[in-house]
């Protein structure tokens, strides 16, 4: 079945999806036992009211109040700032609650398709990764939100963020994430190593080389080799930015090729230069090294600085630098990986119009700036002139990082690409879109350095599964 | 005379009323109607979202997708060629074999510390019993704090004993993963032999032992000849329990490696979840959970037929 038609499919079919998407997650069950998998009963027991917004009595109380709930994996402060604009929300619409959840960034994709498999749908939902995004919108859980962003011009958005899908939108973006080295500028200085931005790999590994110094227990780049995808990440922006890549724009698999052999042993090479605790390391774990001097810089996507010089060593104030990962020689082009997900509204919604209004109040210029305060210097804005806003500015981490935090934008703005919507201009394909390619790429520099094959072997193993997995 | 058949009869008569269908029915099938809620019961919340789950390793389904596609056994065909399942077979037999001896040998030595009379008893068993106590995750974080590869205290420790001369990364090292893996369950999970042992250790009689004293029989000859023989039985369940959970335990895995360094430590339970949920497969990651199940089934069988009769 082709994409097109499982989406025209699902518009057009009517609201009796219960009983097979209870079975199916029930099944799911099968596979892990999942607490909370099976859905309740509806809310409401009253009519609706409201035929305006294609609403069925689902989620609509006995005194004709609408329930909108969504779903998001903003961290703890932003949360507080969501749950005030939501309320802001409530009063406006007078009629309306909004039910607000925050799952973890990982469970997000599995959270929300669990409640539309159990007939009660997130109304409005962020799904925490481009990846996640392509691959809902393909799957029909989501439907098109044109009118939300072309009301209000598509100037308004970050260009690059916008994702469309057969000539349509379906996320609205708010902030988002870019990929960044973070370095110790203290101890680049005290080893003499050059100093960033790198213009080759060359550069970088030669400073990788002059900082790593075992009898401390200092190493100058870690390489993170772990199963989830994000650990696919950098090796995956090293393919793209020597010219390699997944697939191509006629959705052919590319990824067996000599500028993906060539990444891949540079990320072998850099090994050389990484403790093997960081193959295996966790997520969260990626960032406390540098604080604690072990790494001399890392990557990582959130950028969590000021909060981790707070947490782990004060004393780093303003020693914590931000720059963007090399590409192979000053005459390529970097590639920063961006995430600007946004938020989308669920085919399955009884409230369509209240979810588009609600998705335009969240990505409302002056609620972005509120959300970015939340945890200043987090996140990078994804609509424009968020920067020229005074109020992002009377932040006082923010002034005491405004170098810091401007580098990072401009990292998104010079070099920043959302992979599954960028990769290729005219398509959006699910293999560049899913995490899972991420995955596969993660798992070829696994069997490069943990398990010693060779580059372009690796290259063509993992090359054979994608093929096979997205025949 | 004519009044005693008239009250006959009306005895009868309210007899009949007052006879439910139930009385014509015979034992057997009352019971079949008793347990009838229970079984509709255990069909829906159990055995219909197995078949349901057998269904979907039939077919090409997404985790995100609303509907999915026939395949056939093409999901089973391309799990047990991929040698990828093999490998995470391999990892959990070898998985559960360590956890199980690990928890047999510590299970059964400290139900025998605590089968004497000390001071302090009650004390120690509280203690050697609290791992059962400490949720799973909190004994997963802490020893990833311990053997943290770079500054973890067990590193610092024997680096300065000098059994190692450079840090250790216990949990990014294929070499190293697996054990310490088998470690963890280890010691999280010994109590539940600790008890069964210590239960049926209190009910050997005393006087086996005293009349093995008399004969002159040292302590080992006794714990051959009397202890573990009496312990039979109790070792029988024990094992087959603790490997039927350890084969299918996920958290502790998940937790600590997430089947890591590449698939390393990957078991049958961890490739169903990262297939379904990560790769957002879902109907070949139920292929996977339903062959996880055969090869326990098959285990357990040969399990029954190889040990049943001399643990009785």
Redesign the interface.
């Known amino acids: 079945?082709t994409r097109s038609s499982k989406q025209g499919r699902?518009k057009n079919r009517p609201s009796k999806?219960t009983r097979?998407?209870f079975?199916?997650t029930?099944?799911?069950?099968?596979?892990?036992a999942l607490a909370g998998c099976t859905g309740s009963e509806s809310e409401g027991g009253g009519t609706e009211s409201d035929s305006s917004d294609g609403s069925t009595p689902g989620t609509t109380g006995s005194n004709g109040t609408k329930t909108i709930r969504v779903i998001n994996s903003a961290y703890q402060p932003v949360q507080e700032v969501f749950t005030e604009i939501f309320n802001e929300f409530e009063q406006q619409e007078g009629n309306v609650n909004v039910e607000y959840n925050r799952v973890d960034f990982a469970d997000a994709?599995?959270q929300a398709?669990q409640a539309q498999a159990a007939g009660e749908p997130w109304d409005v939902m962020n799904l925490a990764s481009p990846g996640n995004n392509v691959?809902?919108a393909?799957?029909?859980?989501l439907q098109p939100i044109n009118s939300v962003i072309e009301d209000r011009g598509t100037d308004y958005w970050n260009e690059k963020s916008l994702f469309k899908l057969d000539g349509d939108y379906y996320f609205a973006p708010n902030f988002g994430s870019v990929i960044k080295l973070n370095y110790r500028q203290d101890l680049f200085e005290e080893a003499g190593a050059p100093m960033p931005p790198f213009d080759s790999w060359d550069e970088y590994m030669s400073a990788a080389e002059i900082l790593t110094d075992?009898s401390q227990?200092r190493y100058g780049h870690p390489v993170f080799?772990?199963?989830?995808?994000f650990h696919g990440v950098w090796p995956m922006m090293l393919i793209m930015m020597n010219g390699g890549g997944v697939v191509n724009p006629d959705g052919q698999i590319i990824f067996d090729s000599e500028e993906t052999a060539e990444a891949l042993q540079f990320v072998k090479d850099m090994n050389e230069y990484s403790?093997?605790?960081?193959?295996?390391?966790?997520i969260p774990d990626m960032r406390p090294?540098l604080y604690?001097g072990?790494y001399a810089m890392t990557w990582y996507s959130t950028n969590q600085v000021p909060s981790d010089i707070a947490n782990y060593n004060p004393d780093l104030q303003g020693e914590v630098k931000v720059t963007h990962v090399p590409a192979p020689s000053s005459g390529d082009t970097p590639v920063a990986r961006m995430t600007g997900t946004g938020y989308g509204v669920s085919s399955e919604t009884e409230h369509p119009e209240i979810a588009k209004r609600l998705v335009k109040h969240i990505t409302d210029r002056e609620n972005v700036v509120r959300q970015l305060l939340g945890q200043p210097a987090a996140k990078i804005p994804m609509v424009s002139g968020v920067l020229e806003e005074d109020r992002l500015w009377e932040s006082e981490t923010l002034q005491q990082y405004e170098d810091h935090y401007r580098n990072l934008v401009s990292i998104a703005e010079d070099y920043g690409r959302i992979i599954a919507v960028n990769e290729n201009p005219e398509t959006v394909n699910p293999i560049t879109g899913?995490?899972?390619s991420e995955?596969m790429v993660v798992?070829a520099a696994?069997?490069v350095v943990?398990?010693d094959m060779d580059p372009m072997e690796s290259a063509t193993k993992w090359a054979d599964q994608m093929r096979n997995?997205y025949k | 005379m004519a009044e005693a058949s008239d009250f006959k009869k009306k005895s009868v008569s309210i007899a009949e009323r007052i006879r439910s269908p139930v009385d014509d029915l015979s034992e057997n099938q009352v019971g079949v109607i008793l347990a009838l809620p229970l079984v509709l019961l255990l069909t829906l919340l159990y055995f219909y979202p197995i078949a349901r789950g057998f269904i979907f390793s039939l077919q090409e389904l997404s985790l995100f997708a609303t509907s999915g596609s026939w395949i056939g056994i093409e999901n089973y065909v391309s799990t047990v060629t991929s040698s990828r399942f093999w490998g995470a077979l391999e990892n959990g037999i070898v998985y559960t074999i360590g956890s199980v001896a690990v928890t047999l040998v510590i299970g059964v030595g400290t139900a025998l510390v605590l089968n004497r009379s000390f001071v302090g008893k009650r004390f120690v068993t509280g203690l050697i019993l609290s791992p059962y106590m400490i949720p799973v995750v909190g004994i997963v974080l802490i020893f990833r704090w311990l053997f943290n590869g770079l500054n973890g205290v067990a590193n610092y420790a024997f680096v300065q004993l000098g059994l190692v001369n450079e840090p250790v990364a216990w949990f990014s090292n294929p070499t190293y993963a697996m054990p310490v893996l088998i470690i963890i369950s280890g010691w999280a999970l010994y109590p539940f032999v600790t008890m069964l042992v210590l239960a049926k250790l209190q009910t050997i009689p005393d006087e086996y032992y005293e009349a093995a004293d008399l004969m002159g029989a040292s302590r080992a000859r006794q714990f051959i000849s009397i202890t573990l023989p009496q312990l039979k039985s109790v070792l029988f369940v024990a094992i087959l329990l603790r490997t039927l959970w350890t084969f299918n335990l996920f958290d502790i895995i998940w937790l600590g490696t997430g089947g890591g360094p590449g698939n390393s430590t990957e078991t049958l339970p961890i490739m169903a979840y990262r297939i379904a949920f990560d790769g957002l497969r879902l109907g070949e990651g139920t292929a996977v959970a339903f062959l996880t199940f055969v090869v326990l089934a098959i285990g357990t069988g040969a399990y029954f037929r190889t040990f049943n009769e001399a643990s009785v």
Do not use: C, F, W, Y
């Open positions: 079945m699902r999806r097979r998407r079975i199916k029930a099944g799911a069950g099968t596979v892990v994709p599995q398709a691959t809902a393909q799957e029909g859980l075992t227990n080799l772990g199963n989830n995808h403790p093997t605790s960081a193959h295996n390391s966790s090294p604690q072990q899913r995490a899972l995955a798992g696994q069997d943990i398990n997995e």
